[in-house]
């Protein structure tokens, strides 16, 4: 009597014995997918940084219009003299330096590793000695430990693209609120007039007029601009 129980089986084919190496055939699927992702989370770190330097740029642009109208300045005529007086061109200003930080803390290099050694990530392959036992490192190891190597730094890679990614959401809402509240008081003429810039305006119209009340009693034809 036959044993159903154990039903035969096909003979392993070449190469699919315990112990033996994948087959490089079988791996070609996944060297393909590790290369792409790879270069994705390439890209996208790239593009966190650009976003960072666009933000970190408008961030400039608003606090040059926003010193331009004397949006953030109070009586003492100088920056951040306002916090008191205007809390809206404080907070605007606040908001708008807290989203230069942000971009600056976007653009700076993210170094995050647990390892000490490896073939991929740049400051692992500078702790070889020289180029050729870097090289003899790369060539010792099999297909799998090379994929292994791809892998481990594309989650180094989407580690760090996240945090970039946060500090960029972040510094873009800031300052999209912060440059906003600086156009708006920059279109209606500054919400909060320097009180200095009005005195002075009114005090040079006054010496206009008495000016040319004294050449009019002395019959002087002469011209005084107007200011």
């Known amino acids: 009597m036959t044993n159903d129980a154990h039903p035969p089986q096909p003979p392993a084919s070449p190469g699919q014995g315990p112990g ?19 270069q994705y989370l390439s890209d996208m770190t790239k593009f966190a940084d650009q976003k960072a330097a666009f933000v970190f740029t408008l961030a400039v642009g608003a606090i040059t219009l926003g ?25 605007a200003l606040a908001l708008i330096f807290s989203s230069a930080a942000l971009s600056i803390a976007t653009l700076l290099p993210r170094l ?13 392959i500078t702790q070889h000695t020289s180029d050729a036992k870097y090289a003899s490192e790369v060539s010792r190891m099999e297909d799998v430990e090379l994929l292994h190597e791809i892998a481990t ?18 510094a873009l ?23 200095n810039l009005h005195a002075a305006q009114q005090a040079i119209a006054s010496v206009d007029r008495s000016a040319a009340a004294v050449m009019t009693a002395l019959d002087l034809d002469l011209p005084f601009p107007d200011i």
Request: proline residues 7%; contains cysteine.
């Open 153 to 170: 730094h594309c989650y180094t890679l989407a580690v760090i693209a996240q945090r970039k990614f946060r500090c960029a959401k972040w």
């Open 112 to 124: 995050w590793s647990h390892r000490k050694l490896g073939v991929v990530y740049f400051e692992h």
């Open 67 to 91: 010193y331009n109208f004397h949006i953030y300045q109070g009586r003492g005529g100088r920056l951040l003299d306002s916090v008191p007086e205007h809390p809206l061109s404080a907070l």
């Open 173 to 195: 809402w800031a300052g999209t609120i912060g440059g906003a509240l600086t156009l708006i008081m920059a279109l209606v003429g500054g919400l909060y007039p320097d009180p």
């Open 20 to 38: 033996t190496p994948p087959n490089p055939a079988d791996l070609d699927g996944h060297r393909k997918f590790l290369l792409h992702e790879h």
